[in-house]
């Protein structure tokens, strides 16, 4: 086995990993609905994005699995060469897949920046009629206070690791892996 077949056999094992993680993916994506109901959410996945992401990945697999059978120099930069903007795309999925940063919903108002407040002025009716419920209010207040002091604490929550969480972390670790192993082994072949 050459030094560039050394590293050609793992990155092909990676690559096959990270594609078997994003098929997985994205058969979650449709079977949950959320491919149906894009257009009613147009800041969700784009379709053609994920599209791309896919076809890219899948033609510089092929053009590896040129390189692995043939050793051919010109096979291994092609898969290099689709699999460049196919991370880019991949980039992109994850930032509109991701629910972090939670965007505001339409029509909710923004935040207020920090340390500036709207000061507002209470009708005096508004004021006059908390005057008299002052004293329903300290009631009300006081049996809430004595109940929620004679609940029990409750049991702390154990921390639960959600196994899907871990699913799109390791398509990201396996594409890197993926990169990683085609250049050098590309560069080894040179």
């Not at 192993?181 to 560069?187: D, G, K, P, Q, R």
């Amino acid at each position: 086995m050459s030094s560039s077949h050394a590293l050609a056999l793992p990155a092909l094992v990676a690559w096959l990993g990270a594609e078997a993680l994003g098929a997985y993916m994205a058969r979650n994506w449709v079977i949950s609905g959320a491919a149906a109901r894009r257009r009613e959410h147009p800041d969700g996945m784009s379709l053609p994005v994920l599209l791309g992401h896919a076809g890219l990945n899948l033609a510089g697999l092929c053009f590896w699995l040129g390189f692995v059978a043939t050793g051919a120099r010109l096979a291994a930069w092609l898969a290099i060469c689709f699999l460049v903007p196919a991370i880019g795309l991949g980039v992109s999925t994850v930032s509109i897949w991701t629910p972090y940063p939670v965007a505001r919903k339409y029509g909710q108002p923004a935040a207020e920046e920090p340390g500036r407040s709207r000061a507002r002025a209470i009708p005096d009716h508004v004021v006059a009629r908390s005057l008299e419920e002052e004293e329903s209010a300290r009631q009300l207040i006081d049996e809430l206070l004595a109940r929620n002091l004679a609940l029990e604490e409750p049991e702390p929550r154990r921390l639960s690791l959600d196994i899907r969480a871990l699913v799109p972390i390791a398509h990201g670790v396996l594409a890197i892996a993926t990169f990683l192993l085609t250049v050098l082994a590309a560069i080894s072949a040179a």
